[in-house]
Nanobody, 127 residues
């Protein structure tokens, strides 16, 4: 059973950086798509960045050029490097796995396609 645990969140001033990590206790097959999502109070959960089995990535327009997603299959870990943070980035950040029988080539950010979720880590950016 795959279980995910995020870490690395915190409070920073605008312009600062944070690096989020997500560890899978049950192992994460290299064929899965992995993603970072976020949810701000009163808003729907939205996709931030996705990385597929081939290492191809997709990031939301709102974070393009500032956030970078990466994965370490040997360690079953997922990362999100966040630079030039803005107050609008304040949210709970979740990592998620899209478990598939075959190699996942999609870079879709649809939350409904991801079937294992972590508990989240809070990111707060002050102006």
């Amino acid at each position: 059973q795959v279980r995910l645990a995020e870490s690395g969140g915190g409070s920073v001033q605008a312009g600062g950086s944070l690096r989020l990590s997500c560890v899978s206790s049950g192992g994460t097959a290299s064929r899965y798509c992995l993603g970072w999502f976020r949810q701000a109070p009163g808003k729907e959960r939205e996709g931030v960045a996705i990385i597929n089995a081939g290492g191809n990535t997709q990031v939301a327009d709102s974070v393009k050029g500032r956030f970078t997603i990466s994965r370490d299959n040997a360690k079953s870990e997922l990362y999100l490097q966040m630079n030039s943070l803005k107050p609008g980035d304040t949210a709970m950040y979740y990592c998620a796995v899209r478990r598939t029988l075959h190699s996942c080539s999609s870079t879709s950010m649809e939350t409904g396609q991801y079937n294992v979720w972590g508990q989240g880590t809070q990111v707060t950016v002050s102006s």
